[in-house]
């Protein structure tokens, strides 16, 4: 299938693993340009060097809840050629009782959960609805609609994000402008091994016994059982942004753990 992306520009926020980095490499798959992003030099260079292979690929570091360098890499990939394709994907999250969360917390994750969101489109939602094309994906989750007792704070920004895209997308009527975003289930990514890791030694007990029982007992509702390979979030992100009818929505990849016909 020819998704029309030869020669597109993408710039893919958080993809220096992960998702953010098997949407990097999808795009890439299906001929398009592509910007990646992650906190730190290195950790774009090595992203860079491991995708380059695959075709034209760029890359900025940067921490976006800083507006300098929110302004810095939109500078940059402005210096490429117009952005066609907008992901947003940076996200950080965390396992922590509800009431040992403090103010500043809270604030910390909806700068980088929401507001980098919000920065990154503010810059490049209305160069696209001023020349009539572009297409934004922002990450939700489906702690979105079915928010997890142990991680609230991460949840709600992730139900924020379903509010902004929706209403991102209202701006659009009339064009061949897109927003919608994409609600992943639990996905084996860098991070996740790093906290069943964490979780192995907390409890003493063997990672691949907490991982063979963690869906019997935190995600019974889970039609498929297991978790979410990034490379299948990224087909999701990359067929949702290049759907011409696809405007508005969210999108789910989440193996059925939301027990909802809609």
Wanted: hydrophobic content about 40%.
């Amino acid at each position: 299938m020819d998704l029309g992306l030869h020669n597109k520009l993408v710039l893919v926020t958080g993809s220096g693993s992960g998702i953010g980095k098997a949407t990097a490499k999808t795009f890439l798959e299906e001929g398009a340009r592509v910007i990646v992003h992650a906190l730190t030099e290195a950790e774009v260079s090595a992203c860079i060097a491991d995708l380059s292979r695959l075709g034209d690929v760029h890359g900025k570091p940067g921490d976006l809840s800083k507006p300098a360098d929110v302004a810095a890499l939109c500078a940059f990939a402005n210096g490429l050629g117009q952005v066609d394709y907008l992901i947003n994907n940076v996200g950080i999250f965390s396992v922590k009782p509800f009431e040992d969360l403090t103010d500043e917390e809270w604030l910390s994750y909806f700068d980088i959960n929401v507001l980098s969101a919000v920065r990154m489109s503010r810059e490049f939602l209305p160069a696209m609805l001023k020349r009539g094309s572009g297409s934004i994906i922002n990450l939700a989750s489906e702690a979105a609609v079915k928010p997890l007792p142990q991680m609230v704070h991460y949840s709600v920004t992730k139900t924020a994000i379903l509010g902004l895209s929706r209403g991102l997308a209202e701006l659009t009527k009339g064009t061949k402008v897109r927003v919608n975003s994409v609600l992943p289930g639990p996905t084996w990514t860098e991070g996740v091994e790093a906290y069943f890791h964490g979780l192995a030694e907390q409890k003493g007990e063997a990672m691949e016994s907490i991982i063979a029982n963690y869906f019997k007992s935190d995600e019974p509702t889970s039609l498929i059982q297991r978790f979410v390979e990034p490379v299948e979030v990224a087909r999701m992100i990359v067929t949702t942004a290049t759907n011409p009818a696809a405007n508005g929505g969210g999108y789910r990849i989440e193996g059925g753990i939301i027990r909802s016909i809609l």
